[in-house]
């Protein structure tokens, strides 16, 4: 069965670094997100991406946040500079469009920013 | 942000029916009730959705009142591998169909 492919599994990095999460979503998807999960708190939307344009976008996807879907398989999410707020589980999803709505979750890259 | 309401934790005993019920008193004519869950910290995965008609399909059962305020989700012979957080969520059939999560009910399947 497809499934949605994260990597790094886990990513540590110091504050201030710039770093990038690699998604591989399900092949012919056309809708593609970005959610994140803080230690022990609920799962957040941060960005939906459709078209090869950012769709919808939360509060939380500020100006150092960006999204990427540079070669057509691959779906990027790049934090310029990181802060410590940011260690979270970030979720990659996608979906294929028409009348399908169910997203297919990744298995998250674990982000700890020291 | 969420707009359901759902009990904080569950338990069920391995192969009975785990009911799962969420309170969506707010939701509009064209909103639909989707169920995701997440075991452990893996990525959620989605087990069913609907608009106001029940449905059943190789994971769970939904059961949406008639009036729509409110639905059950439904795992018919609950396993240990259930043991997860589930989410109800209530969203628009349209555009990107963004996922709110809530904080949903903790299902522990008791041995």
Known sequence: EPEVTQTPSHQVTQMG???????VPISNHLYFYWYRQILGQKV????????????????????????????????????RSTKLEDSAMYFCASRSGGISYEQYFGPGTRLTVT | ?????????????????????????????????????????????????GLKNNETNEMASLII??????????LPHATLRDTA???CIVSYQTGANNLFFGTGTRLTVIP
């Open chain 2, 1 to 49: 942000d969420a707009k359901t309401t759902q009990p904080t934790s569950m338990d069920c005993a391995e192969g009975r029916a785990a009911n799962l019920p969420c309170n969506h008193s707010t939701i509009s004519g064209n909103e639909y009730v989707y169920w995701y869950r997440q075991i452990h910290s893996q990525g959620p995965q989605y087990i069913i959705h």
């Open chain 2, 85 to 87: 957080v589930y989410y």
């Open chain 2, 65 to 74: 009142t008639e009036d729509r305020k409110s639905s059950t989700l439904i």
């Open chain 1, 44 to 79: 957040e939307f941060l960005v939906s991406f459709y078209n090869n344009e950012i769709s919808e976008k939360s509060e939380i996807f500020d100006d150092q946040f960006s999204v990427e879907r540079p070669d057509g398989s691959n779906f990027t999410l790049k934090i």
């Open chain 1, 17 to 23: 670094q710039e770093v990038i999460l690699r998604c």
